[in-house]
């Protein structure tokens, strides 16, 4: 420590201030900007990129229901159309469900700790370009018309090297490598931020809810990607060097591929809707003004799908002839899954039933997801029974089934999220009368636009088809979805025009606009790149409305270096003064050496090789001392 | 807000060792992480060999020299590990740069000897699925030790800087020998798996 060095608490507000800000301020400019490792920027930039990718997986779903508006359409023809609807997949769930919820994460988690910065900025720095680079490789590829045409799920053998000839599957399988990249170090970050950052005295019983979301989801990602990631690299293998994970005629297994990537691929489903639980559990307490009815059995819940959610994948494979005995065990573990879920929604609706409820619309959409999601629970226990799932697999029911989990079961709650935690975000409110608006466009037009496709699915009508025969009578309902899709849009379209327009001119919100109990509103909004000025002392779970007069803070940090506070896992007792690295430019650099070097790699396997030196030049550059504050110990 | 203080942090070290520090947790994630891909990867090993009428599959059994000298070789190297470890701890600086020169060449000589392992397999990576999924194993771990290797060099060379007597660094010096031990007990079932399995 240097001489000229003090303490938080002995300076005045004005210069805590000035001080703090000098020394957490990111420099402005290029440089400065692909440099930063605030969390909050960095959390961002996540959000609005998945949003962007929502936005254009939302025009080719767009595109798709103009093919299908009517039978035998020659608007999209059927190579575009394998595209359209693999790029609809994976974009929506690699590209933004994954990556908007662990954004938020990003954002919110090191706020609602009472931290200054995630664990591992740098790291998260790194994240962010690869996420990036992923999504530019997959959407380029697709606008080369080279975009993969083989189902977000890339089955071989179609996928393999037999059938899927030219470069597609590889950029698929690339994207995935990408993707999970970035989504394990967002993981890594989380887990240690929640474990190692936490405020003093936010004991496990303490944390809120969206953070205990987030941390179990974090170890979902932990176990469920490496096994998408060994299946894609034995897929590339396959493809590039001559390798037979893949192919029975060399003592190969295509199924063996279906288990790989439904290990990771149900999980997946859960790596998306636990924050949403999260997200909901938090609106529910502020609009019900209580907390949330309990807290331990949707903490216990959330594990305990977290868990069985590693007991299911085999639901996926009913039809592709595994021992009956299998298929029992995996109906019976798919149906008990139900029970958690029960449990959430139970605790949810007492919150509601006893609360003084304020209808804004974060709690709209929260009412809408419970609807929704309950629908698309009741046909997931259905699916889960084999005979059911016999009749009805690969048909427009499990089509209709999905979107209502995926878009009833997350994207409600997250737009949900979006109006509760934007002020926070902004300093600006966003517009109710638009977010009316908005929901009820929305919620119609989504039960519109996919509810007819249970029928559709039980009228046998397969998913994925570029087109059907009038013969078959699926056209009044497919025309019917299609034009109840342009509601959706209209309310999607309208979402984003609030966001836009509330981000220049909404009103300004003030630090706790909702009354909120939990730390990120202790701040101001936006929050300060330090984000407390003290670091707050935490004697309760509902800290801001336990003791709404006065903030509760610890002081002794050193202003001169960006130092934070270790506690202890269990109790969150203070350990140590820790420092929070400053901006480097090397997480960037690191990421277009492996970019380079995962590209390559589609085409050359000595790109492995070769590609790896600019990635440990870079590694060293990352992690060389560079003699800052920080670095003292 | 009004702030009330309650709490005096003045007190605390400015760095935490073991479980009180965050690359620590860091390290434990992402041993996980590649330890659920070890796992994985010996499940599809397990899948794939329950599937074949015999294993190995059109292949001789492997020779089971080179991977044993590379597994004893790994053994050694623990208690150098380890001692680097306990020199950090210690923050013996001479010693740990001794020690980190040591563990690098122990890092160099299984390399070494893996030259020769690949083609003790006796079958090529794209004969059959066998010779696939032996390759792809012998291959993740390579990485592995590279990858650890590549640490400790770099490690080895701040140590010999001024940079070098510093607590993060010895805190880096624990972490990293944590690492080792975690690479080599993720060789064992993998050895295990490779060439004592087809020989059950």
């Known amino acids: 420590m240097t001489e000229r060095s003090s303490t938080d608490a002995d300076l005045e507000d004005g210069v805590l201030i000035s001080r703090l800000e000098q020394t957490w301020r990111t420099p402005k400019g290029f440089w400065g900007a692909l440099s930063t490792v605030d969390h909050k920027t960095i959390g961002r930039r996540y959000i609005i990129t998945a949003f962007v990718f929502l936005a254009l997986g939302g025009i080719l779903a767009a595109l798709m229901r103009l093919q299908l508006a009517q039978p035998e359409a020659r608007i999209i023809g059927p190579d575009r159309y394998n595209q359209i609807f693999t790029m609809h997949g994976t974009n929506m769930m690699f590209l933004f469900a994954v990556p908007v919820m662990e954004a938020m994460g990003v954002y919110l988690v090191p706020l609602m700790l009472g931290t200054r910065n995630i664990a591992f900025p740098r790291l998260n720095a790194f994240s962010y370009w690869m996420f990036l680079a992923g999504g530019t490789l997959l959407w380029t590829a697709f606008a080369l018309d080279m975009g993969p045409d083989v189902g977000w799920f890339a089955y071989v053998p179609l996928s393999g090297p037999q059938y899927g000839a030219g470069k597609r599957a590889d950029i698929w399988a690339q994207m995935i490598t990408f993707t999970e990249v970035s989504a394990l170090a967002v993981s890594v970050e989380i887990i240690v931020t929640v474990f190692k950052q936490r405020a003093p005295g936010m004991s496990l019983d303490r944390i809120p809810l969206f953070v205990w979301s987030l941390l179990v989801t974090s170890f979902l990602v932990v176990v469920a990607m490496p096994s998408i990631m060994i299946a894609s690299t034995c897929l590339i293998l396959d493809r590039l060097i001559g390798t037979h994970f893949f192919n029975p005629a060399e003592g190969g297994d295509v199924l063996l591929w279906q288990h790989l990537f439904w290990f990771f691929g149900h999980p997946e489903v859960y790596i998306i809707f636990l924050p949403a639980v999260g997200m909901v559990s938090t609106i529910v307490a502020t609009f019900a003004r209580r907390p949330v009815f309990g807290y331990l059995a949707l903490v216990m819940a959330m594990i305990a799908t977290g868990i069985l959610a590693f007991g299911l994948w085999v639901h996926h494979m009913f039809v592709t002839g595994l021992p009956r005995l299998g298929e029992s065990f995996f109906t019976a573990s798919s149906m008990a899954i139900a029970v958690p879920a029960g449990i959430q929604i139970f605790c949810w609706l007492a919150t509601l039933w006893d609360g003084r409820l304020s209808f804004k619309t974060p709690l709209l959409f929260v009412i809408g997801f419970i609807v929704t999601f309950v629908v698309g629970g009741m046909t997931g226990v259905m699916v889960a029974s084999v005979p059911i799932d016999t009749q009805v697999h690969d048909t427009y029911f499990v089509v209709a089934h999905f979107h209502y989990v995926l878009v009833g079961g997350a994207v409600f709650p997250l737009l949900g999220a979006i109006y509760y935690w934007f002020p926070k975000m902004t300093g600006r409110m966003m517009s109710e009368r638009l977010g009316r608006w908005a929901f009820w466009l929305i919620f119609i037009g989504f039960n519109l636009t996919f509810f007819p496709m249970h029928i559709l699915g039980l009228q046998g009508m397969p998913r994925r088809v570029y087109t059907y025969q009038p013969e078959m009578h699926w056209h009044g309902l497919n025309l019917f979805v299609s034009v109840s899709s342009l509601v959706l849009m209209g309310g999607f379209l309208l979402f984003f025009i609030d966001v836009i327009r509330s981000a220049r001119n909404g009103l300004p919100s003030g630090p706790n606009p909702w009354a909120a109990p939990t730390l990120e509103w202790a701040t101001s909004s936006p929050p300060p790149t330090y984000n407390f000025a003290l670091l707050p002392v935490v004697r309760d779970s509902n800290p801001l409305w336990e003791e709404s007069e006065s903030l509760t803070v610890g002081g002794g940090l050193s202003v001169d270096r960006r130092e934070f506070i270790v506690s202890s896992v269990v109790e969150a007792r203070p350990e140590a003064r820790e420092t929070s690295p400053r901006d480097s430019i090397w997480p960037f650099w690191t990421a277009i050496a492996s970019s380079v070097m995962l590209i390559w790699s589609i085409f050359s396997p000595w790109a492995v090789v070769w590609g790896s030196i600019p990635i440990a030049l870079a590694l060293i550059g990352w992690f060389w001392p560079k003699g800052s504050p920080e670095e003292e110990s | ?200």
């Open chain 2, 1 to 200: 807000m009004k702030q009330r203080i309650i709490a005096d942090f003045s007190r605390l070290p400015l760095h935490g060792l073991g479980t009180a520090s965050a690359t620590w947790w860091g390290t434990l994630a992402f041993m996980l992480i590649e330890g659920t891909g070890f796992a994985l990867i010996i499940a599809v090993y397990l899948y794939l060999m329950a599937l074949a009428p015999v294993w190995p599959l059109n292949a001789p059994q492997p020779e089971v020299l080179p991977g044993t000298i590379v597994t004893l070789l790994l053994i050694v190297s623990l208690l150098p590990n380890y001692l680097v470890s306990r020199w950090a701890q210690q923050r013996d600086l001479r010693k740990i740069r001794i020690g980190l020169v040591l563990m690098t060449a122990l890092g160099v000589a299984p390399l070494i000897v893996r030259f020769f392992e690949f083609p003790a397999l006796k079958i090529n990576w794209d004969s059959n699925a066998y010779g696939s999924v032996v390759w792809t194993m012998l291959a993740l771990h390579t990485t592995h030790i590279i990858t650890d290797l590549a640490d400790t060099v770099v490690l080895a060379a701040l140590m010999f800087t001024r940079h070098g007597h510093n607590r993060r660094r010895y805190g880096d010096v624990q972490d990293n020998a944590m690492y080792w031990n975690f690479v080599v007990l993720a060789w064992l079932p993998i050895y295990f798996c490779i060439y004592w399995i087809p020989r059950l």
